[in-house]
């Protein structure tokens, strides 16, 4: 498998997993791990590193859920707010 094609198909489990409103409760069957880091300048590196903890781990996923959360939140506001908003205001 190319690293193309690896990278497609990460992406795509990721983005399914994030549009996926049916989440499970039990997240321990649907664990993914992966092993590679995307960098802010598209270049990719293989996490080797037995001794990486959990701690850090979390603070990166944290960081990055973050970001996406917010990007796709601001997004979500700009197009639905006025929506919402109108619709609350007409049936005060």
Same mark, same amino acid.
């Given at each position: 498998?190319? %690293? *193309? ?13 994030? $549009? @996926?409103?049916?989440?499970? /409760? &039990? ?11 995307? %960098? *802010? ?13 959990? $701690? @850090?781990?979390?603070?990166? /996923? &944290? ?30």
């Amino acid at each position: 498998m190319s %690293n *193309d094609q690896s990278i497609k198909e990460t992406l795509d489990v990721i983005r399914r997993a994030l $549009e @996926d409103d049916d989440s499970p /409760l &039990d997240l321990k069957e649907d664990l993914l791990i992966l092993n590679r880091k995307v %960098n *802010d300048d598209g270049t990719i590196n293989i996490i080797n590193n037995d001794s990486i903890n959990k $701690e @850090d781990v979390r603070k990166i /996923l &944290d960081e990055k859920i973050n970001q996406i959360l917010e990007k796709h939140f601001d997004q979500w506001l700009e197009k639905k707010l006025p929506y919402y908003i109108k619709n609350y205001l007409e049936k005060k």
